[in-house]
């Protein structure tokens, strides 16, 4: 995993921090104070909108793992598997359309990226555009359960030999492209990304509260959308996971229950919830989240 925006990273010195290499293969810029995630965070931002003209955005992870695949892709192996994963994204796409009146009053566009906020499988890949809400994401483990997986639980990760490090990858996305028409899309030429913070209405509680955007590469007419989307990781900052859980303490804004407010609060929440889309486990389901 490894992309022009590592030598931007490279070429700088930031205090307090230092480069590591993770099971021999990734190179890791550990940040050992906040102000330091905050400075390499905030770096790339910067000179990347100013260079290249796009937007650096976060995603927690507990570990790296060298691909960036978007859910609906991963673990296949033929264009067979593909196709079949593809029709049924579109069947669930069409039924919660028919269901929910709500997806009228806003872009076809946002539909599928709103979709993989909730838990379906999509071509999207979740980012956040708030670094905290990106370490608490690298500091808790999502458990599923249930028989379609269908049920998701959070537990705070416990420092040991095994789980030294919480990780934040910094991944670009074009920006330059606008369209007025569609508020919250930008593109470019290896991106779309949708901030559903604009491009969904309110009542889909859970982006706001994660600070929530999508992003996935474009495809080219003979070869489609690429499986992996690593080559836009420009970077990935560490941070010891002791540190990482005393610096987020236990504020109720870095909680599950905030990050994904229940149905109570979140009405789009409830609404997909009570839609009947049969038996889609081959692209996930919307989650229950226990909070």
């Known amino acids: ?124 890949i979740d980012l956040v555009d708030n670094v905290w809400v990106a370490l608490w994401f690298a500091c808790n483990r999502a458990l599923p359960s249930g028989k379609r997986k269908e049920y998701l639980h959070f537990e705070e990760r416990i420092p040991d030999k095994t789980e030294q490090f919480a990780y934040i990858l910094l991944i670009a996305a074009d920006i330059t492209g606008r369209n007025r028409r569609k508020p919250g899309y930008f593109f470019g030429r290896d991106t779309e990304l949708v901030d559903l913070r604009m491009a969904a209405p309110s009542i889909f509680l859970r982006p706001h509260a994660q600070h929530g955007l999508l992003f996935r590469c474009r495809g080219e007419e003979t070869t489609g959308r690429p499986l992996d989307y690593s080559k836009q990781v420009y970077g990935i900052i560490g941070v010891e996971l002791s540190r990482a859980l005393d610096w987020l303490g236990s504020g109720q804004m870095v909680s599950a229950h905030s990050l994904f407010p229940p149905p109570l609060y979140d009405d789009g929440y409830r609404i997909l919830s009570d839609i009947d889309l049969g038996r889609p486990g081959s692209i996930g389901n919307i989650l229950h989240v226990g909070a």
């Open 1 to 124: 995993m490894k992309s022009p925006g590592f030598d931007r990273l490279k070429k700088q010195t930031f205090p307090n921090t230092e480069w590591v290499m993770v099971d021999g293969t990734h190179e890791v810029l550990v940040a050992k104070n906040p102000q330091a995630l905050l400075t390499v965070a905030g770096y790339l931002k910067y000179v990347c909108a100013k260079e290249t003209g796009q937007g650096v955005y976060f995603r927690g992870q507990r570990t790296i793992y060298g691909t960036l695949n978007p859910a609906l892709y991963r673990g296949i192996k033929s264009q067979g598997a593909r196709d079949h994963r593809e029709r049924s994204l579109s069947k669930v796409l069409t039924t919660v359309r028919r269901s929910a009146g709500i997806f009228k009053t806003f872009g076809v566009y946002a539909h599928e990226p709103l979709l993989q906020h909730y838990g379906i499988w999509t071509t999207w």
